[in-house]
């Protein structure tokens, strides 16, 4: 058998190293020079930089897993235990750290030490949680509207809830849909007291896209499809044709690519028997990196509470890359503008009031990640079309756009193409 996959990103190379182990005759189309889509790096200045400073947690089995079966688990850094800085402007700080106990339990302790909620608000996170461990949300429910149900109060939602969710689902609480938000709780924070453990890569992200590049048949670079050929009476794909023209005939097809990215693909989506591709909206994230002299940070990672920066990273002596997710508002700004504004988020809450700025720069990623309303559903693998399977981290994996569910969105697609 032989299978055509569209898409470098981390769907497509999870789906063509899956299919390669199970015997399968891959070929890899990606339309950039670059493999690994949204989690790739690029040379700045001779400097290798992620096109975005990506996290996972200890709950990102498959996305671990995939890192490890290409040869890559070294690279990949994990805390032994969950432990997150949280600092308010002005600097004060606390810690949320597990204790080695059992989910919950593991949490509790610190969360009552925890200095930056009143002993009000944490009563009121403490009711949210233990309420979202059984509860369900109404259909078509915002993450802010289950959360004014269980009425947190503004200082729960901003010491607690913002910092944690509005990154880990990239939007603001009002367009979060709030079984999303709920999974993340019970898979991340209620399940399993390793879960939560933050995790990176220690190399830069291309070298793991390349390294699953290498375990696939044939992975063309610069080669952006622009068709799918279906023969008479619309029931398989027979061939994929590229933008330069040429034709190349598979037996089954992956399609991995955002949402846009497969409209333009499909033109009429409408025998693949798929959603409104435009109900999936795409959000923003900047990261902007700052170069100081001045004593290095003395933490891997903080969150800022009340600050369009959320989380900053110390990615070596002298050099922070702060995280803004969900910025919309903050897209358009130019380069200065952004730098200037993070230096004074970093310098009003870190403590390098005696540091100096060196240089600054920004990545914009205007579509990081993709959602649809809240109750919408998301397409599996399966597809109208009995040879063509559909794999993205915005696809019905049950978890938000990640990487995770990037990697899981490829295996899926990968069982759907060996079991038809
Ligand atoms: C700045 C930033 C920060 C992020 N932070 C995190 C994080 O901390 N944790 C986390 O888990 N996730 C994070 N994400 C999200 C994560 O990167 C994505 O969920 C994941 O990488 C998506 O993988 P994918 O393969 O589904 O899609 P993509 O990576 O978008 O892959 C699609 C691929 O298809 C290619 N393509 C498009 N059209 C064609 C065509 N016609 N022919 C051939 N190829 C085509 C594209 O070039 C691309 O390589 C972040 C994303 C960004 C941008």
Known sequence: MRVGIVGGGLAGLAAGHALSQAGVNVELFERSRLLGGR????????VEVDNGQHVFLGCCTAFQAFVDDIGFGDSLYVQERFDALVVERGGIASRLRAAPLPAPWHLIASFLRFRLLS????????RALAAASGATAERDESFAGWLARHRQGAEAVRVFWTPFFVPALNLPLERMDAREALFTL?????????????????V?????????AERIGRVHHSSSVASLELDEDARRVRALVTTKGERVAFDA????????QLLALLGDTAPYGLPSLDAFTPAPIVDVHLRYNGAPASFDFAALVGSPVQWVFRKAPGYLVCSMSAADAYLRRTTDELVALAWEE?????????????????TRSPEATFSAP???????????????????????TGWPDTMESAVRSGLAAARRIISS
């Open 39 to 46: 989690a790739t790096s690029f040379e700045i200045d001779g």
């Open 119 to 126: 002993l009000r608000s944490k009563i009121d996170v403490a």
């Open 186 to 202: 019970r898979t991340a924070f209620l399940g399993d007291a390793a879960a939560a453990r933050f995790g990176f890569s220690t």
């Open 204 to 212: 830069p992200l291309a070298h793991i896209a390349q390294a699953a």
């Open 253 to 260: 097809f992956v399609l991995a690519l955002t949402p846009p």
């Open 346 to 362: 970093v310098r009003a809450s870190l403590g390098l009031d005696a540091a100096l700025l060196e240089r600054g720069a920004v």
């Open 374 to 396: 809240p109750g919408m559903a998301h397409p599996g693998p399966a597809t109208g079309i009995e040879n063509v399977a559909l794999a993205g981290s915005w696809t019905g």
